[in-house]
């Protein structure tokens, strides 16, 4: 029932256990054109691993980070997102990102490790290496993390980046 009113509406579904990773539950939500939600987590008991999947229009990918010591930690429970991917890290969802772009008409790439920035500095880390480009980013970003000097120029004062999008994958209908 809750399904059919929103039918209308792009609907992407993100799930963590790995019990939903299955031809089945692909098929189910293709059928009904959801977006299966792609994420990085801690691998952690049966937690879902990294895929690749796309089941409508709209590829989905989400990085919530790995901070395995925090994850579960009831005291401060946004720490799990604190965690800054490697380079290396992010080439796996690099490779995942272009075949979910290649199959999908519009791509989402959301980096959920919010703490102290560290979405913004992996979205362009990954930015970068999808592109090849160097990106822009504001000046105190890549004072704080000294790693992006060698991908990213310093914005103006108060300029806005010139492209929003960590990558467009738009195809026309």
């Known amino acids: 029932m809750f399904h059919s009113r929103i039918r209308r509406y792009p609907r992407v579904v993100e799930v963590r256990h790995s019990t939903w990773d299955n031809p089945e539950t692909i098929a189910y939500f293709a059928e009904r054109n959801v977006s299966f939600c792609n994420i990085d987590q801690p691998q952690l008991g049966r937690a879902l691993s990294p895929t690749a999947h796309v089941t409508s229009p709209i590829g989905y990918v989400r990085l919530h980070g790995r901070n395995y010591d925090q994850w579960f930690e009831p005291e401060k429970p946004s720490d799990r997102y604190n965690y800054l991917y490697k380079s290396n890290e992010l080439i796996g969802w690099k490779e995942r990102v272009e075949t979910i772009a290649s199959e ?67 195809k026309p209908a």
Do not use: C, W
């Open 104 to 170: 999908a008409k519009i791509t989402f790439v959301i980096a959920n490790n919010h703490f102290e920035a560290k979405a913004g500095v992996n979205g362009l880390q990954l930015k970068h290496m999808l592109t090849g480009r160097r990106v822009a980013a504001p000046e105190s970003l890549i004072e704080h993390y000294p790693e992006l000097k060698a991908i990213a120029d310093p914005l103006g004062q108060g300029q806005a980046p010139a492209s929003l999008p960590l990558l467009r994958t738009d």
